[in-house]
């Protein structure tokens, strides 16, 4: 197997409004099955997710968790008014979103946003965002794309963050590989590949953060072109989470 | 950025003794600063990490799991022997390697190995034979690449399995975006990139698993080179790892 995959070059800064899918067509020359990997942060800039701090009204709660955490009361706020359930308070906020992403921080973003009182949400239905960028690309060049999108996310047992698909259009969220026989003929039992979080990794590394960052990478030469998909096929069902249940019955 | 990836052909199968650095040479025309992503299993048999079930001495404890969660005696005892921690016994075992890896039955694998009672496990010391396969290949090209041994593992919270790294050599292990400026000139604080696990999980997807598995992926047009590093750069230290104390609090 054999793939490229490159940054689209000349994103301008994304505006609430903008079409991503539309900008994608004018800024690169695409190929059937592509894969297109796009940072949560445009899609949220382009839905316009960003929130003033001031404009959050503060509860007891968030008050509570802020003199445990040391974040701005209004932070915490934000980040609870995203969450369905809260896992970890303190040093950082590990929460349940309301889209079924389990992160630190709802993975809302202080970075990259014009004024400094302002933070980014991430967008409110990331599949939904996911499969308007795809429609779009299918209706101005006629080809079935991919889309991702993504957050970066830190890890357990691990240091440091990798990229991670929060929405999806067009793809197989994983690989299967149960059933299927191994090198001396006996059955695979347990490998199910979630490629799209692998795909979102890489395209992590092209992507870049900071000023220098190009939020868009296409993966092209593989196909995992699938019509009908969710995240949510992703996200491991609580009873089925030994991890998830042990942060419960700890942190009561 | 811009990078190609693809799996190396025509790799036959792996026996003990075979020069894994000396195969990639012969097969394939390597660049300088190729990322080289090797699988574990091939890296293993390489270094006749293969056990015959029958040789493993059962003990009470390896009993008592294995009444728990179904798995054969034998495989639990050997899972132990390679551990030094562990965190859940069922209806897995997630352990902590004596190689520093948090990861389900410490990586055992019962697939691609011959005979099935045997059973295949994890590098005695991944670094050192990821070491070993970045200095052949600079002893027979004069090229300086970087490799990355991987296998695949489970995640909190989300469904299925991606490819991480286990041992490196030649690579750096993450990318710090620390103090470096976003957009609007202020400063992250947060983003180191696990860049290995990030390159393990892409190549993942080119291997493939299964009869039709090609263990070995170059990816080639970045450069992520340094001379000296481990991967136990990237291996949390307990008191960070929130959730590793949650488990151990939950299994006493």
Redesign the interface.
């Known amino acids: 197997?054999?793939?490229?995959?490159?940054?689209v070059e000349n994103i301008p800064?994304i505006k609430p409004g903008n079409d991503i899918g539309r900008l994608i067509v004018e800024k690169t020359e695409l190929e059937e099955h592509d894969i297109i990997v796009v940072s949560s942060t445009i899609v949220s800039k382009s839905d316009n997710r960003i929130l003033p701090l001031d404009n959050v009204k503060v509860t007891p709660k968030a008050k509570a968790i802020s003199k445990k955490n040391g974040n701005d009361p209004r932070f915490v706020q934000a980040v609870l008014n995203e969450s369905s359930e809260v896992f970890?308070e303190s040093?950082f906020l590990?929460v349940l979103t309301k889209s079924g992403s389990?992160c630190v921080n709802a993975g809302i973003d202080?970075?990259?946003?014009?004024g400094?009182e302002n933070i980014l949400l991430l967008p409110e239905d990331p599949d939904r965002s996911a499969k308007k960028i795809k429609e779009t690309i299918f209706e101005l060049t006629g080809k079935k794309v991919s889309v991702i999108i993504t957050d970066?996310n830190g890890?357990?047992?691990?240091?440091?963050?990798?990229?991670?698909a929060i929405g999806i259009a067009g793809i197989m969220?994983?690989?299967d590989?149960r059933g299927?026989?191994?090198?001396?003929?006996?059955v695979?039992?347990?490998?199910?590949?979630?490629?799209i979080?692998?795909?979102a990794?890489?395209a992590?590394?092209?992507m870049?953060?900071?000023?220098g960052?190009?939020p868009i990478v296409i993966i092209r030469g593989?196909n995992f072109y699938r019509e009908s998909c969710s995240i949510k096929?992703?996200?491991?069902p609580e009873t089925e989470?030994?991890?998830?249940r042990?942060?419960i019955?700890?942190s009561v």
């Open positions: 197997m054999k793939a490229t995959a490159f940054a800064l970890i040093p590990l389990i202080h970075s990259n946003v014009q400094s970066t890890r357990a047992f691990r240091m440091g963050q990798t990229g991670a969220p994983t690989r590989w299927t026989k191994d090198l001396f003929g006996r695979l039992e347990v490998k199910n590949e979630a490629i979080d692998e795909f990794g890489f992590n590394i092209l870049g953060e900071g000023n960052g190009t593989l096929e992703l996200y491991r989470d030994m991890i998830r042990a942060l019955s700890r």
